[in-house]
Every structure is written in structure tokens, then in C-alpha cells.
Nanobody
Framework: QVQLVESGGGLVQAGDSLRLSCAAS???????MGWFRQATGKEREFVAR????????DVTESVKGRFTISRDNTKNTMYLQMNNLRPEDTAVYYC????????????????WGQGTQVTVST
């Protein structure tokens, strides 16, 4: 079992950058990981995913070229670098972990963090 804690959210202006971190209590090498977000009044949606050894990753179309997912298994931490933020990126961002291969589907993840708020003003 693994516990996940997100950090790095905040209030920024459009065009600014933020880096989210997801610290895991267990050994992250055992898990594929992902980032999801949920805006007020909307369903939680996939943002990015990364395989256990970082040999595969991808992001959703709306953040391509702006967001980058990475991980450091020596620190049991995953990151989401978010550049050129837009108001529509405003949401609570959640990290998640699952065994075996990564997935874009929320229901495939076994462990979730509590979320960190990202607010982008115009």
C-alpha cells in the first residue's frame, strides 16, 4: 500500500508556471502513476501518466506542449511541471498510483492523494 501527498498548488496568473509534487510513502518503483484534475462542477479528468521506470509517458491533448510529467524513484516523488498556465487549468489536481501498466482511466488507479488546488487568474 502507498500513501500519496500532493503539494505545490497555488494562485497564479495566466502565463505563469507551477510545479506540482506527489510524494509517496512507499516505493514508487512498484507503481505507475498519474495526474488527474477536477474543476468545480465537472468530472475528474485525466491529465498525465507515467510508467514505473519513466520509459513511457503521455499527457492529455489540452496540455500538450505546456505540461510535463516526470518522476524520481530515488525520492519516491512524481512531478507535474505546468507552464503557460491558463484559466481553464484551474482545478484540484490529484496524483494517483496503480500497479502494473499506466492508464488514462481513473477507475484503474488504486491509490489517491488528497489533492492540491491550482487557481489561474486572468
Amino acid at each position: 500500500q502507498v500513501q500519496l501527498v500532493e503539494s505545490g498548488g497555488g494562485l497564479v496568473q495566466a502565463g505563469d508556471s507551477l510545479r506540482l509534487s506527489c510524494a509517496a510513502s512507499g516505493r514508487t518503483l512498484d507503481y505507475s502513476m498519474g495526474w488527474f484534475r477536477q474543476a468545480t462542477g465537472k468530472e475528474r479528468e485525466f491529465v498525465a501518466r507515467i510508467s514505473r521506470t519513466s520509459d513511457f509517458s503521455d499527457v492529455t491533448e489540452s496540455v500538450k506542449g505546456r505540461f510535463t510529467i516526470s518522476r524520481d524513484n530515488t525520492k519516491n516523488t512524481m512531478y507535474l511541471q505546468m507552464n503557460n498556465l491558463r484559466p481553464e487549468d484551474t482545478a484540484v489536481y490529484y496524483c494517483a498510483a496503480k500497479r502494473a501498466t499506466s492508464s488514462r482511466r481513473m477507475e484503474n488507479y488504486d491509490y489517491w492523494g488528497q489533492g492540491t488546488q491550482v487557481t489561474v487568474s486572468t
